[in-house]
C-alpha cells in the first residue's frame, strides 16, 4: 500500500521513496506541500533557501511535473538515472541567465565533480507531480553524475529552436541513491547546515566521501503491460498516434517508420535493412546492434517486426509467434506497433524469456518526445522525410 502523508503532518514526515504528500486546499501557492516538508521556495523547478549567487545551499529540490513534451525529464527506474533538463527553457536569455539561475547551479555543481570535490556538492531532492491538485510524489536523493559515464557526458548543453530563434539549455544526468528513506532527524540536521552527522544515509556518505555511486535500480516485477500501460493517455499524444497510423495507409510503407523509431531509441543500432514486402515471410526489417568500442566491438543481428494496427486492435499470439520463430542463435527482435500487444501474446514473449523489445504505442510518442518531435508540424515534416525513402 502506497505511503500517503496529509498536508498538516508534512513539517514532521520523513521523505519515503514513492511516497504521496497531499498539497493543502486553500487554491493558492501556500497549497505547496514541498515548502512544507522542507525549507525552500513554493514554485519553480529549482527550489532553495539562499541565493545562488554565494552557491551555499544546504539542500535544493528538482520538482518535475513529467509531462513538459519539450523537456521530457526522465526516472529510468531499471538503472536509478534521472534525466533533468535546465531552466531556460525559451529563447531570449543566455544559457545561464535564468531567474531562478537553475542553470548556474547545474554548471557549478556539476563543475565540482571535476575537481573531485564531491563534499561541498549539496543533496538534490527529487519530487514529481503526483496527478491530483499540488499533491507530490519523492522521487529520492539524487547526486549530479553516474558511475558508468565520462563527467564530460553528465551535463550537455543542447540548442532548440522556438519560432525562429535559437536557444540553449542544459541537459543533467543525476543518480537517484539507493536511499529508501531520508530521516526528518537528517532534515533537521541539513536546515541547520550540517550535512554530515550520524543521521547521514551511508551511500550518501560513500558517494560523497569516496566517490562511489550507488543507484536506487529496480528490478520490474511485472514483465508484461496492461493495454492502457501501452498507450497514450493525453489528447495530444494519441492524436500524434491516430497521425502516424493515418499517414501510412500501406502497412508496409510504415515499415520504413518503424525503422526510423528503432534507429532513434537507440544510437547503437549500426543499419536496419528492410526486406522485400512479397518475400519477408513476417520479418520486416534485419538490422545489426554495435556491442563495445572500437576494434573490441561486436555486431548482432537483430530482427524487426512492424505492425500497423489500430488503437482497438491488438498485436496477438500470431504475430509475435511469427517473430520468435525467425530470431535465430545470438538474435534478438524488436516489434514495433501503433497499438498493443494484448496480454496473452505478451504474457507469451516474457514468460519464456525471449529476447524482444516491444515497442507500442506510448513508446513510439515517448522515443519522439526525446528526440525533440514533440509538435504536430514537426511530426509532420519527420513522416514527409520519411516517405520520400527508398525501402
Known sequence: MKNIFPFDQLSSSDLIIDAIYKGGSKGNAGDDPISKILKCGNQAGFRYTGTAKLMNFNYIVLYSSMDDPDWPDMLDLRSGLFIYYGDNKKPGHELHDTSRKGNLILKHYFGLLTSNDYTSIPPFFVFTKAGKSRDVVFRGLAVP???????TDNLVAIWKSQKGERFQNYKAIFTILDIPIITREWIDDLNQGNTFTKNTPLPYLNWANKNRYLPLISERSIEYRTREEQLPKSKQDLDSLHMIYDFFEDPYEFEKCAREIVVLMDSNILSIDLTRPWADGGRDALGKYNIGLGSNSIEVDF???????????????KEASRLISRI???????????????????????????????????????????????SKEKLKNWLLNISKQDR
Do not use: C, W
Open 145 to 151: 553524475g553516474a558511475q558508468n559515464l565520462e563527467i
Open 303 to 317: 530482427a524487426v517486426e512492424a505492425k500497423r494496427y489500430s488503437l482497438e486492435n491488438s498485436v496477438g499470439v
Open 328 to 374: 535465430r542463435h545470438r538474435q534478438f527482435g524488436i516489434l514495433v506497433t501503433t497499438s498493443f500487444v494484448s496480454k496473452q501474446a505478451y504474457k507469451e514473449v516474457t514468460d519464456d524469456g525471449q529476447p524482444i523489445i516491444i515497442i507500442s504505442g506510448i513508446d513510439i510518442i515517448n522515443i519522439l518526445k526525446m528526440r525533440g518531435i514533440n
